[in-house]
């Protein structure tokens, strides 16, 4: 069963801190992961996307890294700030199929505290 | 900023009542799709479209049905509202690419039946 989940389910940290976010997958065939923020109340924005290829990709204070040997992503914030209090959700693609199905993952939380 | 709307953002209606949610993009994507997300929880696909003409249902049941009559819009439409369906809806686009495929998100209708 393609599955994608996410640890920790909320989290909370000091402004200028930096936190990692995790997400196991069980998706297959792969195509590509992305990691969103998504916003109270607004649908998620994408912030790196990740090929099978692809190690590490940087987006700012974003850093995402992928392990498809082990099925594993992170997704680093450095510095982080108030903005970045928000729902981050793992999501995975598959190439089995002509839509390219998307499974998402349930979020981590992240509060951000000054 | 995706140029992907959705209306209302907020409707709090009757049980019995017939609704429409609206969704229309800009982009010119053929694919489109409505997720149902509760609090805390993941998205799940309830309909998709690769095209005009084209509707499928998706991984979780629903009472919704929609329809896609134009390329830019993409509305779900519900004939008698229950309380069960209260839940945050989220529209999205994408481009008919089975590679590295965004899927850029409307901002969602929360919708509350009581």
């Known amino acids: 069963k393609n599955q994608v989940e996410q640890s920790p389910q909320s989290l909370i940290i000091l402004e200028g801190k930096n936190c990692t976010l995790q997400?196991?997958?069980?998706?297959?065939?792969?195509?590509?992961l992305r990691w969103y923020k998504q916003d109270t109340g607004r649908g998620p924005v994408s912030l790196t996307i990740?090929?099978?290829?692809?190690n590490t990709k940087s987006n700012g204070r974003y850093t995402a890294t992928l392990d498809a040997d082990t099925k594993q992503s992170s997704l680093h914030i450095t510095a982080s700030q108030l903005s970045d209090s928000a729902s981050y959700i793992c999501?995975?693609?598959?190439?089995?199929?002509?839509?390219?199905?998307?499974?998402f993952g349930r979020g981590t939380q992240l509060t951000v505290w000054p | 900023e995706a140029d992907i709307y959705q209306t209302p953002r907020y409707l709090v209606i009757g049980t019995g009542k017939k609704i429409t949610l609206e969704c229309s993009q800009t982009?010119?994507?053929?694919?489109m799709y409505w997720y149902q997300q509760d609090p805390g929880m993941e998205l799940h696909l309830i309909h998709y479209?690769?095209?005009?003409?084209?509707?499928e249902k998706g991984d979780l049941s629903s009472e919704s049905t929609v329809s896609r009559i134009r390329t830019e819009h993409f509305p779900l439409t519900l004939e008698s509202a229950r309380p069960s369906h209260t839940s945050q809806y989220l529209c999205?686009?994408?481009?008919?690419?089975?590679?590295?495929?965004?899927?850029?998100f409307g901002q969602g209708t929360r919708l509350t039946v009581v």
């Open positions: 999205a686009s994408s481009k008919s690419d089975r590679g590295n495929t965004e899927a850029f």
């Open positions: 997400c196991n997958y069980t998706v297959s065939p792969f195509s590509n």
């Open positions: 990740m090929t099978f290829s692809e």
């Open positions: 999501v995975v693609s598959d190439r089995g199929s002509t839509l390219g199905r998307l499974y």
């Open positions: 982009m010119g994507h053929d694919k």
């Open positions: 479209s690769y095209g005009v003409n084209s509707t």
